[in-house]
Nanobody
Framework: QVQLVESGGGLVQPGGSLRLSCVAS????????MGWYRQAPGKQRELVAR???????NYVDSVKGRFTISRDNAKNTVALQMNSLKPEDTAVYYC??????????WGMGTQVTVSS
């Protein structure tokens, strides 16, 4: 079992930046992958960014070049640096972890609102 707690969401103007952080309740060293998903009102939850235990990353096309995911095994954290934010990035962002059996764990989510 692993509990995930997100932080760093908030209200930001278009073009601004936010950094989301997710802290795990135990070591993330042997978690197969960690990632960030988001869900906007009326839409399905979608993968935003994912990073494997080997450091490989993948991003949804709409955030490539703007968002960067990173993980710090020593601090049991995964972060999402979001730059050049757009109104369409508005959503609840969820931290996700996968164990070696691909079982998913989820945080409670943090709201990101991009608006002028």
């Amino acid at each position: 079992q692993v509990q995930l707690v997100e932080s760093g969401g908030g209200l930001v103007q278009p073009g601004g930046s936010l950094r989301l952080s997710c802290v795990a309740s135990r070591s993330i060293f042997n978690l197969r992958a960690m990632g960030w998903y988001r869900q906007a009102p009326g839409k399905q939850r979608e993968l935003v960014a994912r990073i494997t235990d080997g450091g490989s990353t993948n991003y949804v096309d709409s955030v490539k070049g703007r968002f960067t995911i990173s993980r710090d095994n020593a601090k049991n954290t995964v972060a999402l640096q979001m730059n050049s934010l757009k109104p369409e990035d508005t959503a609840v962002y969820y931290c996700n972890a996968e164990n070696i059996y691909a079982k998913p764990y989820w945080g409670m989510g943090t709201q990101v609102t991009v608006s002028s």
